[in-house]
């Protein structure tokens, strides 16, 4: 054993070294630039095609050293790599193999990877997109062979720092989470999950009606130890002051994701972390009750950004310590492309592919909706087709500005063509930002609105 006093290093720096390695300061170039999107719903390749507008869009990317989106597509040729599943995300969500090198000409560097469509053309598709994107040069997390890969960070080098990413997936198909190797099982390739158990919040005097039920049904069982709550054929009800919905995440996922994005960003000098969810319900305007303090403690384990990027519509903006947190940016890509269209969505949508084509099986989908308080909510709203470019840019190691870029994806044209961004027209665009500004109140967030950009300045002082 080295003596202590034989040590090359004074106590300050040993003292100092440690620290350093449990940094979660944000440590990039002046200038850093990243530009952030909401879901890449991803069929078919843009840049070579007649898209009025897109270049305008593309501009914006341009100088960002990350242009991160949520690939929610399989990227691959399904008539060697991969077929429909049984289960699947709701749409068998499929893109040609040119779209790792179409993204790449678009300035995507970075995009992650768990989501409900993860597995959506097998594990044959999953590894099929992995080697069209590393093919590609775009850096990519969230899928792997088993729970460890899926989880773990990838790193992106940029000139102004290395950046890191933790992809998971609070919504996706229970038959897509990766789990890790036990004894002689092999780990099983997947996405990363983190699991989440729903309640329905409902009044007091409803919970009370509720036990009596439970009472009465002829499997009943003595209640459980907790009085606040009734569980009736595994759903499980509890009191609150507001109807809705609430979530506990799973205690071992929670660990294992703030595990990850500690460890990337001891590795790093920018880290990012990215959930995937549609919690509560698709088209509701809040985040999930869980997702404030999770998001808080990815940033405190180093996060410099936490992203959720599953409702399809945009929410608001939290800036927490100084680093900002996206509820919800909306849909990049929302093309209606869907082709080919396994015969389970077909039965699903009462459709025969005798006589249906993909197309009419799309747009049955599209007609289908969510029921609210203020009326029916289908996926074609114009709700699903408006949303943001996020440009975030760093001095002094800090948020100096967040730009908010208003787009709208084509909803009116035809079929083939809608669904690709261009920039929202002034009136479109500002309502826009006016309902993500409205959403980013409640979270103490002030966005201007200036020459038709958001924009939250911060001091870097």
Not at 161 to 190: H, Y
Request: with cysteine.
């Amino acid at each position: 054993m080295v003596p202590v006093e034989s040590s090359i290093y004074s106590t300050e720096e040993q003292v100092h070294e440690f620290d350093t390695v449990g940094s979660t300061a944000t440590n990039v170039a002046d200038g850093f630039t990243m530009a952030a999107v909401g879901d890449l719903l991803y069929a078919r390749p843009v840049t070579k095609g007649h898209y009025p507008g897109l270049r305008d869009v593309l501009r914006i990317f341009n100088g960002a050293d990350v242009t991160f989106g949520n690939l929610e597509t399989n990227i691959l040729d399904f008539e060697s790599n991969g077929c429909p599943q049984a289960e699947y995300g709701g749409a068998y969500l499929i893109g040609s193999p040119e779209l790792a090198r179409d993204l790449r000409a678009m300035g995507f560097n970075l995009v992650s990877r768990a989501n409900n469509h993860t597995l959506d053309w097998g594990v044959e598709g999953m590894r099929e997109t992995t080697r069209l994107l590393d093919r590609s040069g775009i850096a990519h997390a969230g899928a792997g062979e088993n729970l460890a890969q899926a989880r773990a960070a990838r790193f992106l080098e940029t000139p102004r720092g290395r950046v890191a990413l933790v992809s998971f997936a609070a919504t996706f198909e229970p038959m897509a989470r990766a789990c890790d190797p036990a004894g002689e099982a092999p780990g099983r390739p997947g996405l990363s999950a983190i699991r989440l158990t729903k309640s329905i919040v409902v009044p007091a005097k409803m919970l009370d009606s509720l036990r009596q039920v439970r009472e009465i049904l002829p499997w009943y069982a003595p209640p459980p130890d907790d009085p606040s709550r009734v569980v009736i054929n595994e759903v499980i009800f509890k009191s609150g002051k507001k109807a809705g919905y609430s979530y506990d995440p799973n205690p071992r996922d929670m660990d294992e994701i703030i595990r990850n994005v500690r460890r990337g960003k001891q590795l790093s000098d920018f880290c990012l972390a990215t959930n995937h969810g549609h919690e509560p319900e698709e088209c509701i305007p809040e985040p999930p009750d869980y997702e404030q303090r999770f998001a808080r403690m990815t940033i405190d384990a180093g996060a410099d950004v936490y992203l959720n990027h599953g409702p399809h519509h945009v929410r608001g903006i939290e800036i927490y310590k100084g680093r900002p947190i996206f509820y919800g940016l909306g849909n990049f890509f929302n093309q209606d492309l869907r082709t080919p269209v396994g015969a389970d969505m077909y039965e699903a949508h009462g459709k025969d592919p005798r006589l249906d084509s993909d197309a009419d099986v799309t747009a049955h989908e599209m007609a289908v909706g969510y029921p609210m308080a203020e009326g029916f909510v289908p996926l074609s709203a114009s709700l699903y087709y408006e949303s943001i470019i996020s440009v975030a840019r760093y001095e002094k190691n800090r948020l100096a500005e967040l730009r908010l870029h208003p787009i709208e994806l084509r909803r009116s044209e035809r079929l083939a063509n809608r669904g690709v961004p261009r920039l929202a027209p002034e009136s479109q665009g500002r309502a826009v930002l006016e309902r993500v500004r409205k959403l980013s109140e409640p979270f103490g967030t002030s966005i201007v609105i200036e020459d038709g950009v958001g924009l939250i300045r911060l001091q870097t002082n």
